[in-house]
């Protein structure tokens, strides 16, 4: 069985930095390019990073570019995304999603990120 | 990017269809075949139902088909159920490593 399951959200002042993480399991996880996508609280989906399966290529939305990184280990099953420079429109439920024939196939559960001071 | 044009929320009866449109442009919708529907209950995370436009993975009932006409994409649903209220959203590949989501439907089943 595919499981995401993620970790690492939580309650952080504006500027602070925080890292998500994303265990892969019931799949070869190297086989497949990982992305995030995060929803605002009421508001819709929106596409934040992606990564290659071999970790080379790494691509981030406008909006985020410069502030967050994506990686990930592939002998640990396992996806990152470290955020920095939080800002109050960072604040999202973040998800982890597999993808696969140019969608997203699985997701993690998603994990909350507060923004706050 | 701006994100993809959809309704805020459509309604039908048991049994019914509804559509579901999801607008783009030439560089995102009209320019690739890869449009995917996901489905979001209300604080689940998001379920593929639709992909490469019009394919149903695995399990997808057969109620839920997609199309694509230019720059607009859909989402038919027939056959409405009651658990089939949710939230509805499009996403397009837009070149560059770079995807789109719609603003998201809201579909109601009376």
């Known amino acids: 069985e595919v499981q995401l399951v993620q970790s690492g959200g939580g309650l952080v002042q504006p500027g602070g930095s925080l890292r998500l993480s994303c265990a892969a399991s019931?799949?070869?996880?190297?086989?497949?390019?990982m992305h995030w996508v995060r929803q605002a609280p009421g508001k819709g989906l929106e596409y934040v990073s992606a990564?290659?399966?071999?970790?080379?290529?790494?691509y981030y939305v406008n909006s985020v570019r410069g502030r967050f990184t994506i990686s990930r280990d592939n002998s640990k099953n396992t996806l990152y995304l470290q955020m920095g420079s939080l800002r109050a429109e960072d604040m999202a439920v973040y998800y982890c999603a597999r993808y696969s024939n140019s969608a997203y196939d699985y997701w993690g559960q998603g994990t909350l990120v507060t923004v706050s001071s | 990017q701006s994100a993809l044009t959809q309704p805020r929320s459509v309604s039908g009866s048991p049994g019914q269809s509804v559509t579901i449109s999801c607008s783009g442009t030439r560089s995102d919708v009209g320019g690739h075949n890869y449009v995917s529907w996901y489905q979001q209950h209300p604080g689940k995370a998001p379920k593929l139902m639709i992909y490469d436009v019009s394919k149903r993975p695995s399990g997808v009932p057969d109620r839920f088909s997609g199309s694509k006409s230019g720059n607009t994409a859909s989402l038919t649903i027939s056959g409405l159920q009651t658990d089939d209220e949710a939230d509805y959203y499009c996403?397009?590949?837009?070149?560059?490593?770079?995807?789109?989501f719609g603003g998201g439907t809201e579909l109601t089943v009376l």
């Open positions: 996403c397009s590949y837009a070149g560059s490593y770079t995807w789109v």
């Open positions: 990564i290659s399966t071999d970790g080379a290529g790494t």
């Open positions: 019931g799949f070869t996880f190297s086989f497949y390019a």
